[in-house]
């Protein structure tokens, strides 16, 4: 077996070599290049040298081509990664790839053969790139980070219950506006009468960054406020799961508590 040269940052590989570590044929890996299914390799003179990058790639378009994927959609679906470079670039200077103290969620970073176990036969590029827009998923180089372990747990366990990603992702965009609309809720209800006796009258209206003592009182603070919000929308949206089932499944006549 033909082995590439170890460098600083993994292996280094001449085209045939690539292609036995990857299990593909060298009229294959032609065949990708022209596809344009690979990044462009590094030049020493004439010799052209690929990487452990390029290996991984490989091995997750052989994925993906075992679970049905034509090489059509993987280009999109890898065109959809590479397109949202820029995105993940505005999301680190927002922030969001370095969450506040009080942040709860766990992300979860993703190669493209991970998201495909995790939504098998459902990694289509359309849903990829609607999961991108909604703010599901984060791009981060040639992978991925899913920004909530509970959600990816939940809508893969969905998925997998037979409810379609696409139908799914059409009830998150939905979703999330209504979340964001009770978050403002209780945003508000924090702004007006957490934040003055956390921070001190007017504080928060002077707009400066809050100091190191500030945000240390304010994640105390939110760390006993939030889980009870929690509960509260917990219950909110428990209690009318039960009155929308009760009203669409309940025999005529069944009478229930609160009807």
């Known amino acids: 077996m033909t082995a590439g040269r170890e460098v600083a940052g993994g292996g280094e590989y001449r085209a045939d070599e690539?292609?036995?570590?990857?299990?593909?044929?060298?009229r294959t890996l032609r065949f990708y290049r022209e596809r344009r299914l690979l990044p462009p390799p590094r030049r020493e003179g004439r010799v052209a040298w690929?990487?452990?990058?390029?290996?991984?790639?490989?091995?997750?378009?052989?994925?993906?081509?075992?679970?049905?994927?034509?090489?059509?959609?993987?280009?999109?679906?890898?065109?959809?990664f590479a397109s949202g470079q820029d995105t993940g670039r505005t999301a680190r200077l927002l922030g969001v790839h370095e969450p506040l103290p009080w942040a709860e969620e766990e992300q979860v970073p993703l190669s493209a053969r991970e998201l495909a176990d995790y939504y098998a036969g459902e990694t289509a590029p359309e849903n990829v790139t609607e999961a991108m827009a909604i703010g599901y998923l984060l791009p981060r180089g040639e992978s991925v980070v899913h920004v909530s372990r509970d959600l990816l747990d939940a809508s893969s366990a969905l998925v997998k219950e037979g409810i379609p990603l696409a139908t799914l992702l059409t009830a998150g965009r939905e979703l999330r506006a209504h979340a964001e609309a009770l978050a403002e809720v209780f945003t508000e209800v924090l702004r007006r009468q957490v934040l003055p006796e956390v921070l001190g009258e007017g504080r928060a209206e002077r707009g400066a960054p809050p100091s190191e003592e500030e945000v240390k009182r304010l994640?105390?603070?939110?760390?006993?406020?939030?889980p009870l919000v929690k509960k509260a929308v917990y219950a909110e949206v428990s209690l009318a799961?039960?009155?929308?089932?009760?009203?669409?499944?309940?025999?005529p006549g069944a009478g229930g508590d609160g009807d």
């Open 50 to 80: 690929f990487n452990d990058q390029h290996l991984e790639r490989l091995r997750t378009i052989s994925e993906l081509l075992a679970r049905g994927h034509t090489l059509g959609g993987i280009a999109e679906i890898l065109a959809a």
């Open 18 to 26: 690539l292609a036995e570590a990857a299990g593909i044929t060298p």
């Open 241 to 251: 799961l039960d009155r929308r089932l009760r009203a669409e499944f309940a025999p």
């Open 219 to 226: 994640t105390e603070t939110l760390e006993r406020l939030r």
